[in-house]
């Protein structure tokens, strides 16, 4: 299986925190799966913790290489900018990575870099594959809950993800 190719200070491991979450699902096409990823309108039907998507150019709602859009998640008004995006292909995962950030001081600057990737494997089955690794304050308050609020988040825009693509499918 294919991995996440990650910024040098953003590497796993070295962050204030980090998730990761993949659901591989029988039955869907990797472009049924990007049709929704990649249209950030459809983000909130099958996400709630996704809101307020704004394109900084009016380019949207479909990301692109180098879009520059903000959203609210977590309560926070996250600006991001995609850094990966490579569409479907023939033998080759699907990939979309974003660099966000939140405005603020010591106690509420935070910088993430998000990343998907979206990858067919043998027996007509499709993985879904999520992580995102995040520094700063509200970074480490994140980490330190129990149950973690973004690894749950993340869970539910999988499996919301896979069950819009499988609708489109129909």
Do not use: C, K
Not at 28 to 52: I, R
Not at 64 to 84: H, W, Y
């Amino acid at each position: 299986m294919h991995y996440i190719f990650w910024p040098a200070a953003y590497l796993p491991g070295t962050t204030d925190n980090y998730v990761s979450n993949d659901i591989i699902v029988a039955g869907l096409t990797v472009d049924a799966v990007w049709t929704q990823l990649s249209n950030t309108s459809a983000w909130p039907g099958y996400y709630s913790n996704a809101t307020d998507i704004v394109f900084h150019d009016g380019s949207g709602p479909h990301l692109s290489e180098g879009a520059r859009f903000r959203f609210t998640t977590f309560g926070f008004l996250v600006e991001a900018l995609v850094t990966e995006y490579v569409p479907p292909a023939a033998g080759m995962p699907a990939r979309v990575a974003w660099h966000g950030w939140v405005e603020g001081d010591a106690e509420g600057r935070l910088d993430v870099h998000h990343a998907w990737l979206i990858e067919e494997l043998p027996g007509n089955r499709v993985r879904i594959l999520t992580q995102e690794t995040q520094n700063g304050q509200p970074a480490r308050e994140l980490a330190g809950a129990t149950p973690n609020p973004m690894l749950n988040a993340h869970q539910a825009w999988l499996d919301g993800l896979a069950a819009a693509a499988r609708q489109s499918q129909t």
